[in-house]
C-alpha cells in the first residue's frame, strides 16, 4: 500500500480486489470515516489507530484474529465476513458498533457472544456460514445473550423468538410455575382420578392453608414448627418431599421426606405433586398426600417454600395464605447462613440475591403475598406470626392475648403496624379477597363436589380478570342495574325498592347458584355481574374464604363491599324469562322475594349446627376447626355494614 498522508482530507476509500497484505499509510487520513481494503490477502488488523472510520470492510481477507481496533472509537459499520476469525474478542471496547458482519469466518462456539454482550448499539451480527450454527439452539441463544439485537444472520429477530429465548433461559418465576403447574396437572390427568375427599374445596371454602415464603434459611421451617406446635388443634406442618440429603438432626418425614431422584421422578410421573421447584440443584416438591394427610386429621396445613412455589400453587385450586419471611438485614442474614456452616459461598450468595428477588415481586405485585413479617429476630418474628394467626383464627382478644373462643370483635391488635415493612394485606381488597368473598357469598351446600371445585377455579379467575372499580362506578353500575330491572319490570322505582328492601330477607339460596355467579343467563346488563354485585345481591355478609383463616380475617371487613353503595338482592322475578331451575333452590319450591326463608349463613356455616356431610365436601363440622359460632350469626340488617363477617 502506498503512503496516503498527503490526502488528509480524504473521506472515503476504496482498495478493493488488491494484493494488500497489510494496512499502512493511513496514519494521517484525520478525516477517513469509510474504509474498504476487501478482498486483498491481509492477514493481520493494524495500521488503524485512531482513525475517524465509521465504516470498514475488510471481507475477503485471511485475517484470524480480530485487533487492534480498539482505538477505533467511531466505528459503526464493521464487515469481517470470509475471513478465518474463531472469536469475537476485540470488539468488545467498540462501543458504537450497530452492525458485524461474520459471515463465514470460523466462530464455533455461542459463548463467543458474550464479548459484545456489552455494545449496548449492537443491532444486526451476521454469523451464517460458521460452525456455530450447528450448535442445538443457536439463535435462541445468541438472541437470549445480545438481547438488543433486531436482526441475525440477515433475518429479523422477532419479538416471539425473544421472549422464547428469555423464556429458555432465565425463565421468570411466572413461567417456571406455569410449566411446573402444567407438568403436575397432565402427569396427575394421566393417573385414575379420584376426589380428594378432605382437600376438595367447597363453594364457599378452599382447604385452609397457611404457606410460609421466604429466603432460605430466614426461619420458615423453624416457624413452621412452632406454629404447628402451639396451635396443634389448629394445624400440622405438611412435609415436602426433597432430593437433598438429611441435615444433621433432621428426621425423615417429619422435616422432609428424603427420597432420591429417581424416587422424585417416579413421584412427578405418578402424578403425586401439586408442584415442584429445583433449587440449588435439589429437587423440592410438595405432594397432594402431605396435604390430605393434615386435612384428613381436621387440621389446616402449613407448609414452607420458595417464591416459584408460591406462584406454580398459586395456579392450582388451593387457596392458601401466603406470609412472606424477609429479612431486612444482609448481613445479618449472611452472617446467619455461614453460621449455618454448611451452605457454599455460592449458595450463600444466591439466597442472598434472592431477597431481592422477594422484595420486587412483593413491590411489583401488591396483595401476593397476604402478608410480610420481617424475620430478622425470630422470636419477635414468631410473635408478629402468631398474633396475625391468632387474628385469622378469631383467638385474639382485646387485650392481645390468646382466648378459646372466639371474639366478637376480631379487630387487629395493632402488632402487625408495628413493624414497617408488615403490612396487613388482608384488609386491602385484593384479587384473592374479591374471589373469596364471591365465592362465600355464592356458596350453595347442595352444591355437586366437583361443580364446587370447578366454579371456585373459574371464581378465582374471574376476580382476577375482573379489573378493579372505584365506589363511583359501582355506584354508576348499580343505578343502571336498578334503572334496567325497573324497565323490565314495568315496575315503579318506589314499588320496586319497597319489594327489595335489604333489610327484610337474607338472600334466598336459589341467588347463589352456580349460574348466577358466571354470570350466565342473567338479565343484568353487560358483564358487571362482578364479585361485589354477586356478594351483595345475595346480602350475605362474609369474611374472607380460607375456611380456618377466613372467618376472622379483616378482608372483608376492610373491603370496599362493606362502604360502598348497597345492592339490592337480585329481583327472581326479573328471571321469568330464564330457566329458573338454573338459579333456584330445589329445597325452596315457589321461593318468592318476600317469602320467609331459611337463613343462609345456617348453609354455610361449616363449623356449626346440623351441616349436611356431603361427599368431597372439607366442610365438614371437623374442617376448618375454627372456633364456633364465628358464621352462626342471625341475618344481619340491610346496611352496609351487612358485607362484613358475621360475628358470633
Ligand atoms: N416444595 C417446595 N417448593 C419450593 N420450595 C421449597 C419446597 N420445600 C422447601 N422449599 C424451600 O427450599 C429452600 C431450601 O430448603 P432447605 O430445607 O434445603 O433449606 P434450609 O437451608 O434448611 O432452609 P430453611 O430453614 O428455610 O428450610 C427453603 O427456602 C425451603 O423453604
Known sequence: MKDLSAYSFLK???LDYNHFQKIHGLDKCASLTHLSLAHNQISCIGGLDNLPLKELCLRGNLIQAIENLQTLWALQVLDLACNRIQSLSGLQNLHLLGSVNLENNRISEIKEATHVHDLRLLRTLNLKRNPVQDQPDYRLAVIFLLQPLTGLDEQKVT????VSSVNKYDPPPEVVAARDHMTHVVYQLMQPQVILDSTLPSLDTPYPMLILTGPQAGGKRELAHKLCHEFSDFFAYGACHTTRGPYF?????????????????????????????QYCGHWYGLSVEAIESVAREGLACIVHMELEGVFSL??????????????????AYTRCLRARGF?????????????????????????????????????EAYQTLKQLVQEYLGLTDREGGLSTTPTPDNTSTGAMTADSLVTDR?????????????????ASPDAEPPLSHSMNYRNKLQAELTPQKTSAEHASISRRRQLVREALMGKSPAAYSQLFKRCAHTAPSSLVSPGRHTGGNL????????????????????????GAFSAASPAARGSDLGSGPAVEPLDISALANHDL???RDPSEPGLTPDAPRVGVSDHLSPAVGPYPTRPGSNAKPILPPIPSGRKTAEPAPATASQSQPADG
Open 12 to 14: 472515503k476509500i476504496n
Open 159 to 162: 419479538a416471539e423468538e425473544k
Open 249 to 277: 438432626g433432621e428426621e425423615d418425614g417429619s422435616d422432609y421426606h428424603f427420597v432420591t431422584e429417581e424416587e422424585f421422578r417416579h413421584m412427578i410421573h405418578m402424578g403425586k405433586f401439586i408442584q415442584t421447584m
Open 314 to 331: 398459586k395456579n392450582s385450586y388451593f387457596e392458601p395464605r401466603y406470609i412472606l419471611m424477609i429479612p431486612t438485614s444482609t448481613e
Open 343 to 379: 451452605y457454599t459461598r455460592a449458595q450463600i450468595e444466591h439466597a442472598v440475591a434472592r431477597i431481592d428477588t422477594y422484595s420486587t415481586v412483593n413491590r411489583d405485585k401488591p396483595g401476593f403475598f397476604d402478608n410480610v413479617i420481617a424475620c430478622d429476630d425470630r422470636k
Open 426 to 442: 388482608l384488609k386491602e381488597p385484593s384479587p384473592y379477597s374479591r374471589a373469596e368473598l364471591s365465592a362465600k357469598s355464592l
Open 523 to 546: 338479565p343484568n346488563p353487560g358483564d358487571d355481574s362482578s364479585v361485589e354485585e354477586s356478594h351483595t345481591s345475595s346480602g350475605l355478609s362474609m369474611g374472607s374464604s380460607a
Open 581 to 583: 331451575d338454573e338459579v
